[in-house]
C-alpha cells in the first residue's frame, strides 16, 4: 500500500479548504486534492465532530482503507490509491482514490435535468453486477453490506464505479461474528437481522433494489406516494406483469430494449425475495443479463444481415437489368443506343462470368 505524506496532503487540499470539499456523508468527508505531480484525486477524512462519533468515524475510515487496500484492482471498483497517517498522537487518517468527477448514480437519477437513456441505464446496472459479482467471487470474499446509488460513483468515461466500503466486510475474518447489522435504510435486506445472518444475499437484496432505481428512477422510500417503499411497489407489479408501469415515463422506451429491461426486473424481483434462498447469487444474476443482452446482439446482427443481403441483391437485380438492356441494344442495331457502352457492359458479364 502506498504511504502517503499527511502533511503534504493537507497542503494539496489547502488545509482541507471548503472550497476543496467534494461532498460529506455522514462520517466523513471528500476533497479534491492536487499533487505534487499534478495528479488529480479524492482524500477521505473522516468527521471529526464529538469525541465517541469521531472514534466511530474513524473505525470506518480504517476499515476503508483495510477493505481497499486488500483488493486487486478492478474496473467497476473505486481505485484506491494510498493512505496517510497524522504521526502526532491526533490519530487522524486520509484515505486517497481515483476521483470521480461525474457525482452519483443516485444524482444522476434524482437530481441531473436529464435522465438516463435506455441503453445507458442497461450498462450502469450490468457494470454494478460486474462491481457486486468481482466482491463476491474475488479472493478475498467481500460483502459491501451499503450498496446503493449514493455509493455508485461516475469517472471522467461514466464508468459506475461501486465506492464506500466503510461498513464492508471480509466474512472470513474474525470480526465479522461480532459485527451488528448495518447498511442503508430502504436498501437493507430485512432477513439480516443478527451477526449471523450477514451473507452475500445481503448485497443481492440491495442491488435488486438498485435495479428497480434505474429502471423508474423512483427514490427508495418516497413518503409522497404510496406504498412509500419502492419494494412493495414495484413487486407485485412485476408479479402481475405489468412491468412496463414501473419504467420511468419521461423519456421514449426503444422497442428493441423491452426484453432486456424485463428480465433485469425480472432479476430484481428475484434478488427481493423474501426468503433468502431463493435469491439468485451474482453468477446467475448475471448470467440472466448476459444472455439477455447476447439474445439482443443476435437480433440486431441479424436484422442487419437481412438488411445487407437484401442490399446485396438490389445492387444485383440492377446491374443485370441494366447489361440486359445493353445485350439487347446491341441485338437490335439500335442506331440510338451506346454501342461502345454496351459492348463495355458485356465485357463487364464476361468478366463477372469468368469469376464466378
Ligand atoms: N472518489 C470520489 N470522488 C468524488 N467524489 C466522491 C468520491 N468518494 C466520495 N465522494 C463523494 O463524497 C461524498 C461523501 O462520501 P461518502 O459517501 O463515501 O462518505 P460517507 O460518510 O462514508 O458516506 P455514508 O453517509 O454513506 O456513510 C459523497 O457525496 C460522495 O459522492
Known amino acids: ?65 483495510f477493505i481497499l487496500s486488500s483488493l486487486r484492482e478492478s474496473s467497476h471498483i473505486i481505485s484506491f490509491l ?64 451499503d450498496i446503493k446509488s449514493a455509493n455508485i460513483l461516475f469517472d471522467s468515461s461514466w464508468t459506475a464505479k461501486l465506492a464506500d466500503f466503510g461498513l464492508a466486510i471480509l466474512p472470513a475474518g474474525s470480526l465479522s461474528q461480532a459485527t451488528q447489522p448495518a447498511g442503508t435504510i430502504g436498501y437493507l435486506d430485512p432477513c439480516y ?60 422506451f426503444p422497442t428493441y430494449m423491452k426484453g432486456m429491461i424485463r428480465r433485469i426486473l425480472s432479476v430484481a424481483s428475484r434478488c427481493l425475495s423474501e426468503n433468502e434462498d431463493c435469491r439468485p447469487t451474482i453468477g446467475e444474476i448475471i448470467m440472466a443479463m448476459e444472455t439477455c443482452s447476447i439474445e439482443r446482439v443476435r437480433t440486431i446482427s441479424t436484422a442487419w444481415t437481412s438488411i445487407l443481403h437484401n442490399l446485396i441483391l438490389i445492387r444485383r437485380r440492377r446491374k443485370m437489368t441494366r447489361k440486359c438492356g445493353a445485350i439487347h441494344a446491341i441485338h437490335q442495331g439500335d442506331v440510338n443506343s451506346d454501342v461502345s457502352r454496351g459492348k463495355m457492359l458485356l465485357k463487364d458479364i464476361l468478366a463477372d462470368v469468368t469469376l464466378k
Not at 115 to 135: D, N, S, T, Y
Not at 201 to 213: A, M, P, Q, R, Y
Request: proline content about 6%; hydrophobic content about 45%; glycine content about 4%.
Open 82 to 145: 494510498g493512505a496517510a497517517a497524522q504521526d502526532t498522537a491526533k490519530n487522524d487518517k486520509l484515505l486517497v482514490m481515483e476521483l470521480m468527477p461525474n457525482g452519483s448514480l443516485h444524482d444522476l437519477l434524482h437530481v441531473a435535468a436529464t435522465p438516463p437513456p435506455w441503453p445507458k441505464r442497461v450498462e450502469i446496472a450490468m457494470q454494478i453486477a460486474r462491481a457486486v459479482q468481482f466482491l463476491h467471487e474475488g479472493k478475498p470474499l467481500v460483502i459491501h453490506r
Open 193 to 252: 437481522t443478527a451477526p449471523h445472518k450477514l451473507s452475500t444475499k445481503n448485497d443481492v437484496f440491495s442491488l435488486g433494489v438498485v435495479f428497480l432505481e434505474i429502471i423508474s428512477c423512483r427514490k427508495v422510500i418516497d413518503v409522497t406516494k404510496a406504498p412509500a417503499s419502492i419494494v412493495e411497489w414495484a413487486i407485485p407489479l412485476v408479479e402481475k406483469q405489468r412491468v412496463m408501469e414501473i419504467c420511468d415515463p419521461r423519456i421514449p
Open 1 to 65: 500500500m502506498v504511504e502517503f505524506d499527511y502533511e503534504q496532503l493537507v497542503i494539496a487540499t489547502q488545509s482541507f479548504s471548503p472550497s476543496r470539499l467534494i461532498g460529506k456523508g455522514s462520517h466523513g468527508a471528500v476533497y479534491q486534492c492536487i499533487l505534487q505531480d499534478n495528479q488529480v484525486v479524492a482524500v477521505k477524512r473522516s468527521s471529526i465532530s464529538g469525541v465517541e462519533t469521531q472514534l466511530d468515524n474513524l473505525k470506518k475510515l480504517e476499515n476503508e482503507i
